[in-house]
């Protein structure tokens, strides 16, 4: 019997062999109790971000979500958020301006002789870095322990 863990930035692999079915089911149930905090901790972590959130938390806040999926090889956890945008609030982001126009008339100038890079820093700012407000990363590396843990819990009581 083995059991063989790979733990990276940003998320943590757990490769089971031989394991019973008890082990795997003791393992799971642990897995969706580590998933649960680590969901709660995300969103209180992104609603710490905010001054405010209101009757309509929207859709970034609304869109975390997590489980555990259990099959004969695996045992999958996750914490999530499914907005489209979310990835820039939990990396930050640099804003650009590239240009602003109101036809391709004015595209095909602005690409005549570098012009638009001229345009880019007398009008606008070449660059805004947007901080990163990270919810999941956090909560995922306050938990990640708790996985090795609940492996080997999980195989001691064999």
């Known amino acids: 019997m083995s059991i063989e863990f790979e733990i990276d930035a940003s998320s943590v ?10 082990v795997r089911d003791r393992f799971a149930a642990s897995i969706k109790q580590i998933e649960e905090r680590m969901l709660a901790e995300a969103r209180a972590n992104a609603v710490a971000h905010f001054h405010s959130v209101g009757k309509k938390p929207g859709v970034y806040l609304a869109s ?3 489980g555990v999926k259990q099959t004969d090889g695996s045992i999958i956890g996750w914490v999530r958020n499914g907005a489209r945008l979310a990835h820039l609030m939990e990396n930050g982001f640099t804003i650009s301006d590239l240009l602003i126009a109101g036809s391709a008339d004015a595209v095909m100038k602005f690409e005549l002789a570098g012009v638009a890079e001229l345009y880019r820093r007398s ?9 990163a407000y990270p919810a999941i990363a956090p909560a995922f590396e ?17």
């Open 64 to 66: 975390f979500s997590g």
């Open 13 to 22: 692999y757990a490769k089971l062999d031989k394991l019973s079915g008890e």
């Open 142 to 158: 306050a938990h990640k322990g708790e996985v090795l843990d609940a492996a080997r819990i999980a195989v001691e009581k064999l």
């Open 123 to 131: 009008v606008h700012r070449h660059k805004t870095a947007v901080q």
